[in-house]
């Protein structure tokens, strides 16, 4: 009988198939490394074999914990890695990320990387992708990044670049994605840019094109996903954007285009997604937008449609998420919007929503996210929302909630990103709050 239990211990109960799609339903590599592996033998090796980790390092270095890393069994099952901030430059040995011999992806933004530190990253030849915004990367550190030929896409934004930059960015004849969001780039940058005719995706935003850069980056037809926000382009240049009919989504907020340039946008036919925040567009704009029957995402913020121009998007029978902050929205035109059955994802912040909005807005049973910071919501508000059981993400922050608001919103179980900082919650509401064990992610201050 001993002999039976002992043969039966040694069995394993599942096959490494199975056991490998327990651990695909896990997100957090951190848990899988720290939990799962420990199971057993088994599940040990299936991890180590088989799976592709995550991993995000948020805790500061010490010699000794690099060396533990070094030392892991699993150093060769991960093809991510994320530092966070300032957490890679107080590294002094970058050798160990290069040890991560299927590491196929990095980001080390805002990590005060310079062109000496660039000098480790490009020994990583298995990289395919690449974040280094929010650093300090000059000239030599730009050409010896540009030397990864194995780079698909690349995220160098916030470095201040310029045009010089630019060149040999545009020698990377392998990319498909480029983000240069933020570098003092104008005209003869965007020159450079249409080199790169295998770009699929391109942000360039919060730069200086122009209308003549805007022209040089409407060449690009290979582009399907295209972010110019924050350009100055006028007419001019939007018309040229327009006639770009291979993009699926255009973000071209922050352009001041008004009423006028929303018109030739509202030809492109293809698009799926528009982001138009904040460019000065009214209740004119809103019924050009209507037109655009194949959108599913729709971002309008901080504009002036009011109520008549809620009434124009509520026709939008085929979006899925709407962000439709800050365009002085009333009551009627809440509950237009609340009538849009189809949306999972509403952002209706800014000023608009008091108890009254939040009862239409309780009734959309199929939203899954819901924002709406900055508004006029109490108690009452607050106990409309608890009837939204299906909500999985919600911001309620900077409204007037305060505990009792608190012990409503605590019932929403099924939530696992929740913001409600600003709201006056005190120690009793903070209880309510903290005791819901599901959330992943919580902003209560």
């Given at each position: 009988?001993?002999?039976?239990?002992?043969?039966?211990?040694?069995?394993?109960?599942?096959?490494?198939?199975?056991?490998?799609?327990?651990?695909?339903?896990?997100?957090?590599?951190?848990?899988?490394?720290?939990?799962?592996?420990?199971?057993?033998?088994?599940?040990?090796?299936?991890?180590?074999?088989?799976?592709?980790?995550?991993?995000?390092?948020?805790?500061?270095?010490?010699?000794?914990?690099?060396?533990?890393?070094?030392?892991?069994?699993?150093?060769?099952?991960?093809?991510?890695?994320?530092?966070?901030?300032?957490?890679?430059?107080?590294?002094?040995?970058?050798?160990?990320?290069?040890?991560?011999?299927?590491?196929?992806?990095?980001?080390?933004?805002?990590?005060?990387?310079?062109?000496?530190?660039?000098?480790?990253?490009?020994?990583?030849?298995?990289?395919?992708?690449?974040?280094?915004?929010?650093?300090?990367?000059?000239?030599?550190?730009?050409?010896?990044?540009?030397?990864?030929?194995?780079?698909?896409?690349?995220?160098?934004?916030?470095?201040?670049?310029?045009?010089?930059?630019?060149?040999?960015?545009?020698?990377?004849?392998?990319?498909?994605?480029?983000?240069?969001?933020?570098?003092?780039?104008?005209?003869?940058?965007?020159?450079?840019?249409?080199?790169?005719?295998?770009?699929?995706?391109?942000?360039?935003?919060?730069?200086?094109?122009?209308?003549?850069?805007?022209?040089?980056?409407?060449?690009?037809?290979?582009?399907?996903?295209?972010?110019?926000?924050?350009?100055?382009?006028?007419?001019?240049?939007i018309k040229l954007i327009s006639e770009m009919k291979q993009l699926t989504l255009l973000d071209i907020s922050g352009n001041?285009?008004?009423?006028?340039?929303?018109?030739?946008?509202?030809?492109?036919?293809?698009?799926?997604?528009?982001?138009?925040?904040?460019?000065?567009?009214?209740?004119?704009?809103?019924?050009?937008?209507?037109?655009?029957?194949?959108?599913?995402?729709?971002?309008?913020?901080?504009?002036?449609?009011?109520?008549?121009?809620?009434?124009?998007?509520?026709?939008?029978?085929?979006?899925?998420?709407?962000?439709?902050?800050?365009?002085?929205?009333?009551?009627?035109?809440?509950?237009?919007?609340?009538?849009?059955?189809?949306?999972?994802?509403?952002?209706?912040?800014?000023?608009?929503?008091?108890?009254?909005?939040?009862?239409?807005?309780?009734?959309?049973?199929?939203?899954t996210s819901l924002t709406i910071y900055t508004n006029e919501i109490g108690v009452a508000g607050a106990k409309f929302i608890?009837?939204?059981?299906?909500?999985?993400?919600?911001?309620?922050?900077?409204?007037?909630?305060?505990?009792?608001?608190?012990?409503?919103?605590?019932?929403?179980?099924?939530?696992?990103?929740?913001?409600?900082?600003?709201?006056?919650?005190?120690?009793?509401?903070?209880?309510?709050?903290?005791?819901?064990?599901?959330?992943?992610?919580?902003?209560?201050?």
């Open positions: 009988m001993e002999k039976k239990l002992e043969s039966l211990q040694r069995e394993e109960i599942f096959s490494d198939d199975i056991c490998f799609e327990i651990i695909s339903m896990i997100d957090d590599s951190w848990f899988i490394l720290n939990n799962c592996s420990l199971i057993s033998k088994q599940f040990f090796n299936v991890i180590k074999e088989r799976s592709k980790l995550f991993i995000e390092f948020k805790k500061k270095f010490t010699e000794k914990r690099i060396e533990l890393f070094t030392k892991s069994q699993f150093m060769n099952s991960i093809v991510k890695v994320k530092f966070s901030t300032n957490l890679f430059v107080s590294i002094e040995n970058h050798k160990f990320i290069s040890e991560m011999k299927q590491l196929t992806s990095l980001n080390i933004s805002n990590n005060q990387i310079n062109d000496e530190t660039a000098k480790s990253i490009i020994e990583m030849k298995r990289l395919t992708s690449l974040d280094i915004g929010g650093n300090q990367i000059g000239d030599e550190g730009i050409k010896l990044i540009s030397e990864m030929k194995q780079l698909t896409l690349l995220d160098i934004s916030g470095n201040s670049i310029g045009d010089k930059g630019v060149k040999p960015i545009s020698k990377m004849k392998q990319l498909t994605s480029l983000n240069i969001y933020n570098n003092e780039i104008g005209v003869a940058g965007s020159k450079f840019i249409i080199e790169m005719k295998q770009l699929t995706s391109l942000d360039i935003s919060y730069n200086e094109i122009g209308d003549e850069g805007a022209k040089s980056i409407s060449e690009l037809k290979q582009l399907t996903s295209l972010t110019v926000s924050g350009n100055q382009i006028g007419d001019e240049g001041s285009i008004g009423d006028k340039g929303v018109k030739p946008i509202s030809k492109m036919k293809q698009l799926t997604s528009l982001n138009i925040y904040n460019n000065e567009i009214g209740v004119a704009g809103s019924k050009f937008i209507i037109e655009m029957k194949q959108l599913t995402s729709l971002d309008i913020s901080y504009n002036e449609i009011g109520d008549e121009g809620a009434k124009s998007i509520s026709e939008m029978k085929q979006l899925t998420s709407l962000t439709i902050s800050g365009n002085q929205i009333g009551d009627e035109g809440i509950k237009l919007i609340s009538e849009m059955k189809q949306l999972t994802l509403l952002d209706i912040s800014g000023k608009s929503v008091g108890d009254k909005g939040v009862k239409s807005i309780s009734k959309m049973k199929q939203l608890s009837e939204m059981k299906q909500l999985t993400s919600l911001d309620i922050s900077y409204n007037e909630i305060g505990d009792e608001g608190a012990k409503s919103i605590s019932e929403l179980k099924q939530l696992t990103l929740l913001d409600i900082s600003g709201n006056g919650i005190g120690d009793e509401g903070s209880k309510f709050i903290i005791g819901m064990k599901q959330l992943k992610s919580l902003d209560i201050q």
